[in-house]
């Protein structure tokens, strides 16, 4: 496998009054370049830890994580990171809080029409570009959610990473953004690694799905390929054998084999 991101031995122990806590261990895991991986598994297995990791904002205990063959030591605008929490900052517009974050990246070296140019890109990107003038308050949840991907997106990230990012949402607009979001990894080919709760955006938008074990000391249980053809359709998904069978594996691991 040629991989573009690898962890190697990856584990993560916190210090407590109780003594330490191992929140990680013996972690593995190759992700080629422009595909997606899902981290599924119960609450307090590490997942978002995990993440924090391959964003470098967490330096583990043990082990290596290689990005285009250079060590992940801290972090870098290579890998963008989208939390659940959108984070707009209210007193900014759509366009303002997509221009704070390409200025911090391209401040020095491109002019001000450029920064804007990429930040009204980002924003069609993602279906906002009307809605570039808008405040946080003048906007619905989903809305803001694909500002703070479109905030990821203008700064060119070779790695996306999502924790959770459609969690706070209702069933129809969450399905919505997955399907805008499978549209988008397939248009601009990002290595992206979600972390999510919910199997069938698991299932619908992953390449591969690494199921944790429950913590302490948690570890992947389980590598699962979604070996579906892509652009995927949700509605033929529903009626696919192959989609069903990879959806109760799923299932079995979480329900039947996690600990």
């Not at 924003?123 to 990821?152: C, F, T």
């Not at 949402?169 to 601009?188: G, H």
């Not at 390929?225 to 529903?238: G, I, K, M, T, V």
């Amino acid at each position: 496998m040629n991989a573009f991101l690898q962890v190697q031995d990856i584990g993560m122990t916190f210090p407590g009054k109780k003594g330490s806590f191992v929140a990680l261990q013996n972690i593995h895991l190759e992700v080629k370049k422009g595909e997606c991986i899902a981290l599924i598994g119960h609450s307090g297995c590490g997942k978002s830890t995990l993440l924090n990791i391959l964003s470098g904002l967490i330096k583990p205990t043990s082990g290596r994580i290689t990005c285009a063959g250079q060590d992940v030591s801290g972090p870098s605008h290579e890998r963008a990171l989208v939390f659940q929490n959108h984070n707009l900052l209210p007193w900014l517009s759509c366009l303002q809080n997509v221009q704070l974050a390409v200025e911090s990246v391209f401040g020095r070296s491109e002019s001000v029409k450029k920064i804007e140019e990429r930040s009204r890109d980002a924003l069609h990107m993602v279906g906002l570009l009307h809605a570039a003038d808008r405040y946080p308050h003048e906007i619905s949840g989903g809305m803001k959610q694909r500002v703070g991907i479109a905030r990821a997106l203008a700064i060119e990230p070779s790695v996306l990473l999502l924790d959770e990012p459609f969690g706070a949402l209702d069933a129809l607009t969450r399905s919505a953004l997955q399907d805008e979001l499978a549209k988008l990894m397939q248009k601009i080919q990002a290595t992206t690694i979600l972390v999510t709760h919910d199997v069938d955006e698991a299932v619908f938008l992953a390449d591969q799905i690494i199921m944790m074990t429950q913590g302490p000391s948690a570890t992947i249980g389980k590598v699962l390929r979604a070996d579906l053809e892509r652009p995927r359709d949700r509605l033929q998904l529903a009626h696919s054998q192959k989609y069903q069978n990879i959806r109760a594996e799923v299932l079995e691991f979480l329900y039947c084999k996690v600990a």
